[in-house]
């Protein structure tokens, strides 16, 4: 009996160390993530600065930093990876919306279509990124320190109130001013007859898209008052069951 009490323990005592060893290379790998996307949209932040104070204008701004811009929103398909092996305790769907949402943005609205390029909304809505993501990653960044500025916290809970809202219409509005170039072009689309037999409007998968945000974007910006409430006002904050 004493020698199987010992395997147990020695068993339970290596599981414990491989549970700790898991834990601090999970933390060590998203510290070195959240720095590193806070200094990419630092980049792009301040050659947006930079653009507009040598140009004095808009004009080929999002052109000057498409590079950057899809490496770093691209990049960030990791965090539904974090989601899914659960070393980031966050709903797979919710991140996966989020992000696969912005890319679609990046690479099948913006950057498909020149002729949008120079949108007040394209502007719009990278000013309301850049500014939400630093505040975003620096935020992980210093919990995952465990030096937390007050600052810092209080921009993650209380800028989104206003910049998500804007960052929405700089969306909705950019998609609505590529409506009339993909109705022209006829791009991504599929005509019958055809040697698959399948028939896909772009067009109006945009419209279907603009619709999404009606039912998607209460459900995100409430989930964020209730986080809201809970990190800077410690109310216990108890989830309806559907």
Same mark, same amino acid.
């Given at each position: 009996? &004493? ?21 601090? +290379? &999970?933390?060590?790998? +998203?510290?070195?993530?959240? =720095? &590193?996307?806070?200094?990419?949209? +630092?980049?792009?932040? =301040? &050659? @947006? @600065? ?27 398909? *990791? /965090? *539904?990876?974090? !989601? ?12 996966? *919306?989020?992000? !696969? ?22 502007? +719009? ?5 850049? *500014? ?28 989104? =109130? ?8 700089? /969306? ?14 006829? @791009?991504y689309s599929m ?13 109006? !998968? ?6 999404s945000y009606i ?8 989930? @964020? ?9 410690? /109310? ?7």
């Open positions: 009996m &004493a020698s199987s009490e010992e395997d147990g323990t020695v068993e339970e005592k290596e599981n414990n160390n491989k549970k700790r060893t898991k834990s601090t +290379l &999970a933390t060590a790998w +998203l510290t070195f993530y959240n =720095i &590193a996307m806070t200094a990419g949209w +630092l980049v792009l932040a =301040i &050659a @947006m @600065m930079r653009f507009y104070v040598q140009k004095g204008t808009h004009k080929g701004l999002y052109r000057s930093i498409a590079r950057t811009l899809k490496f770093f929103q691209t990049f960030a398909l *990791v /965090e *539904v990876g974090h !989601c899914a092996i659960g070393i980031v305790r966050t709903s797979v769907i919710v991140t996966g *919306v989020q992000v !696969c949402s912005r890319i679609f943005m990046v690479w099948f609205i913006t950057n498909s279509i020149r002729q949008i390029q120079n949108e007040e909304s394209v502007i +719009l809505f990278l000013v309301v990124w850049t *500014v939400t993501e630093v505040t975003r990653y620096s935020y992980y960044t210093f919990k995952l320190l465990n030096h937390l500025p007050y600052f810092i916290k209080w921009a993650r809970y209380n800028f989104f =109130i206003v910049l998500y809202p804007l960052g929405v219409a700089g /969306e909705l509005l950019t998609i609505y001013a590529a409506l009339p170039f993909v109705r022209r072009s006829g @791009m005509r019958l007859p055809n040697k698959y037999n399948v028939s896909f409007d772009y067009y109006y !998968c945009l419209i279907v898209v603009m619709l039912p998607l974007f209460p459900q995100l910006y409430f989930h @964020m008052l209730r986080q809201r409430r809970k990190v800077l006002h410690g /109310e216990v904050i108890v989830e309806k069951d559907d």
